[in-house]
Every structure is written in C-alpha cells, then in structure tokens.
C-alpha cells in the first residue's frame, strides 16, 4: 500500500500541534502577555479550556507527559486547590467575554484525583465562566478507574472519553510500566458507556519494546472488539535523553524503522477494514463520530490533543505546563509544580515560557495545518517557497507530493511521510539541534 523510503523518514519530526512548536519556545514571554491577550479576548469569541493534571497513581516509563506520582494526598489537595484558583484568576482577566465550548482534562491522569475533587475543579469551572453548552472530555487510566468516578463523571456532563490503552499485550505492558489486565479495560469501557460517554477514545502504540506484527494485530483485534468510536495510534518515541525514565526501557528490543512502517501499515489497514475512517495520519474514527465528519467536510483541525473538530482559535490552558494557544501567541505556564504554585498564590497568570506569532507564523502554522488535516494547502506568499519546493523534490520524485501552481498535495500514498512533508515548511528545523521523535 505505501512505499518505504528510508532515506525521507531519517530526520526525527514534530508532531506539529502547534506552529511554532514548543522547541522554539523562550521566555521573553510572561505574564503580562496572557493578561494583555486575555483581555482582547472579543465578547462572543468561542474558545476552548484544558486543564492539566501532571499526576499519576503509576508512572509509565514511555510516558513524555508532564506528571509525576500522586503518592500523597496533600499533594493532590493543595494542586486543587491552587487550580481553582487559577480557574478565577484566568476568569478574571477575561472579564465575562469569550464563550467556553469545550472542556478538557488531561495528564498526566485526571483520575488520578479523587471523584469529589474532580467535581470541585468541574463545578469552579462552570460557575467562572460562560460554558452551559460546553463539550466535556476527559483522559482516562484504567488503573484505579472506578464506578464512583463514573458517576461524577456522569454528573458533570463529560460525554468524551480516551483510555490510555497502548497494548493488550502483558509482555508488552511489563515491559513499558503499564501492566493493566485486558478484563480491567474492559470493565473500565463499560462503566464509561453506562456514565453516558458517546464518544470514546482509545489510543495505542506501535514500536514497543518486543512488539512482532502478530502481537501488534492482536491488540488491534482487542480494541476493535471494544468498539471504541475513535483510536489514535501513534508511534513509541524513545527519547530517554530527554525523558529519564525511558531509561528503564530496552532499547535493544525496540522494532528497527522498517519494522515500525509496517506496522503503521498493518494497523491502517486492520482499522479501515474493520469499517473505521482514516482521519489525518494517526487518528481512526467510525463513520458515524463527529470527528470523522469533519474529515469528509474539510472542517478537521489541528491542535494541543492532536486531531480535532474543535473550530475554536482559542484554547487557554490552566495547570503547570500547560498552554495556551492564541492566533497571536503560545503561551505556557510554569512546567515546574513547585514555581506554579508560587505564581498562582501570590495572585499572578503562571506563564513562563511562550512567544508571539507572527503573520508568517501564523500564515506557516495554517498552511501546516490543512496539509496535514485536509492533504493539500496553498502556499502562495511564503517568502521561502523556492526554498520549499527545493526540500520537496526528493518527494515529488518519488510521486508523494504534487504541485499545482503554488499549491501543494500529499498523494494518497503519502500518509506516513505527512509530518516530514510538513517539516519542509519549517524554517525552524533546518537549522535546529533539538531531537525530535522518529517521522513514523
């Protein structure tokens, strides 16, 4: 179905959810950014909230988040506590303009809180701003999910979820610090269906330690049988220079490139036969899910979750790390728990890091988007474009990518190649020493 071309997948790539992405980001930005952006915020502007919960009951040793364990309940207490404040905060700013339509939690693990402290964050949300109508999703582990998280999850209205699933595999789980027996996810599906969830996610891996195209398949079949309306499946990045704890993984027993292409191949071909669409590069999704829809009509969108339908410009981020995405910057809140809490308490926005988009950037970050959304995207006005068409031709020759005038196309042949095709409209990358994860 796809040909290998080693030599186009050699550069580690961006996962580009954002442009510029997070490895340019600096710190001549600061609070006073997010003040001065919070407050142009236009009266009916629709945006997007997510809160981050940077802990876990169990650290997983692939696992880039930004989490840590939530081994005491002081801890969890006081990050709570301080985020309600945010919550205010960040309302404050806004003074009453901006229209929140969705709401997402993420991690680290959300139920990593316990389910009253959940409602506490859901409820301070609600009653600061302007989101009666909001789409609420929220990330799931299965380990320590239980019926009382199911029934706040009911209460407060959450209608998406995404289990962090990875493999059916026990060797495999071993083997990567995430041992969850197939009987606990599925008793964890359940529960989220009778909680009233429409729309559920699982993500999986490819290139585990140990992973053969057999037990890759198996996996797939597990889920499938599960019947979950979207999956992400996304490809293991091993980066332990930059994730300590990837240390603990066996490196030696890792699928070699070629192997890690066939199975982007063999889990895009069992999940389209199995009647799921093939949204973007990663992302799989029943006919019938709102995020399918959007990948026929041409409405698909690119941002901090991956895929998405979410049409907001706007997404403000509350917790440590996480950011804020504006049509004219990316701003960031401390990374450190520890300096967050500091800011917060002492009545300060946390940003820390970030920077401001320019109209290149933002005319750069939209091109990337539809190529990588809608597989086509013009690119008249580029100061770069002879530049890019130089950095493309390696796969125009090979038939992965047309022109038309000053408009470009992947090739349907071209879906493992989208992030690097992508990468030729990055002028950062070119000159950039930071290491990213492998192109497939």
Not at 249 to 275: C, E, N, V, W, Y
Not at 317 to 340: D, V, Y
Request: charged content about 20%; some cysteine; glycine content about 8%.
């Amino acid at each position: 179905m796809w040909s290998y071309h080693p030599e186009l997948l050699a550069t580690p790539v961006p996962r580009y959810t954002s442009f510029p992405t997070a490895a340019e980001f600096g710190d001549a930005v600061g609070p006073a950014d997010l003040a001065s952006t919070l407050a142009a915020v236009e009266v009916d502007a629709p945006l997007s909230l997510y809160l981050h919960i940077p802990y876990c009951h169990e650290i997983c040793w692939y696992c880039g988040c930004n989490t840590g364990a939530a081994n005491r309940s002081g801890r969890l207490s006081a990050y709570v506590q301080r985020l309600t404040e945010e919550i205010d905060l960040v309302a404050h700013h806004l003074r009453g303009n901006g229209r929140v339509a969705r709401i997402a939690l993420g991690g680290g693990s959300p139920n990593a809180l316990s389910p009253e402290q959940f409602e506490l964050v859901m409820r301070r949300v609600r009653d600061a701003f302007a989101c009666n109508d909001a789409i609420v999703s929220i990330e799931i582990d299965p380990r320590g999910f239980d019926a009382p998280w199911a029934e706040a999850m009911w209460r407060q209205g959450v209608t998406r979820a995404s289990l962090g699933v990875q493999t059916f595999a026990p060797d495999i789980q071993a083997a990567i610090g995430r041992v969850q027996p197939a009987e606990h996810i599925a008793r964890t599906v359940s529960l989220l269906r009778g909680a009233g969830i429409d729309s559920l996610n699982f993500d999986l891996m490819y290139g585990l330690p140990g992973q053969s195209a057999e037990i890759l398949a198996d996996s797939i079949d597990q889920a499938i049988a599960l019947q979950p309306d979207r999956l992400a499946v996304f490809g293991y990045a091993h980066v332990p220079h930059l994730l300590p704890r990837q240390r603990r993984i066996d490196s030696s027993a890792l699928p070699d490139a070629s192997a890690r292409f066939d199975q982007a191949i063999q889990a895009h071909g069992q999940l389209t036969a199995a009647g799921y669409q093939a949204v973007g590069f990663d992302h799989f999704a029943l006919p019938g899910d709102t995020l399918a829809t959007a990948a026929r009509e041409g409405t698909l969108r690119r941002n901090f979750q991956g895929f998405t339908e979410d049409q907001s410009d706007i997404l403000i981020g509350l917790g440590a790390s996480a950011i804020s995405a504006f049509p004219g910057a990316l701003l960031q809140n401390e990374k450190n728990a520890g300096r967050w809490h500091l800011r917060v308490g002492n009545g300060s926005l946390a940003t820390a890091r970030g920077l401001r988009r320019s109209a290149t950037d933002a005319q750069r970050g939209r091109a990337i988007e539809r190529l990588l959304c809608a597989g086509a995207t013009d690119l008249a006005g580029l100061p770069d474009l002879a530049e890019i068409r130089e950095r493309l031709a390696p796969f125009a020759e090979r038939n992965l990518v047309s022109w038309a005038g000053t408009r470009l196309t992947l090739a349907p042949a071209s879906l493992p190649y989208a992030r690097a095709v992508a990468a030729t409209l990055d002028p950062y990358r070119h000159n950039s020493g930071v290491r990213f994860s492998s192109a497939v």
